[in-house]
């Protein structure tokens, strides 16, 4: 199982962005699915979380900027992000709970994916 996530890049200031993360291998499951970020000698921080029934969770430095969105269907997870500022500027990382069957057990992982880097220029 792992996640691939892809979509960031260089932007200016004021600019958007769409991250996207897609799930694969063999899952069962998924059910939280989140966007964490990281900036350099900074801690990774939560930016948005979606549950499988679509209720979602903001940082506060990103609420009215953000939105996250999920595809159960291609089992993906979207990030929009608009207005972005240099303080936006770090690796996001994708995170989700996936559920896999092995031998009639359901086994849930905490998976990440490998981080995108968004530039954003002042």
């Known amino acids: 199982v792992q996640l691939q996530a892809s979509g960031g890049g260089l932007v200016q200031s004021g600019g958007s962005l769409r991250l996207s993360c897609a799930a694969s291998?063999?899952?069962?499951?998924?059910?939280?699915m989140g966007w964490y970020r990281q900036a350099p000698g900074k801690q990774r921080e939560l930016v948005a979380t979606?549950?499988?029934?679509?209720?979602?969770v903001y940082s506060d430095s990103v609420k009215g900027r953000f939105t996250i969105s999920r595809d159960n269907a291609k089992n993906t997870v979207y990030l929009q992000m608009n207005s972005l500022r240099p303080e936006d500027a770090a690796v996001y990382f994708c995170?989700?709970?996936?559920?896999?069957?092995?031998?009639?057990?359901?086994?849930?992982?905490?998976?990440w994916g490998e981080g995108t880097l968004v530039t954003v220029s002042s």
């Open positions: 291998g063999n899952i069962f499951s998924i059910n939280d």
């Open positions: 995170n989700a709970d996936i559920g896999t069957l092995r031998t009639d057990l359901l086994e849930v992982m905490n998976v």
């Open positions: 979606i549950t499988s029934g679509g209720s979602t």
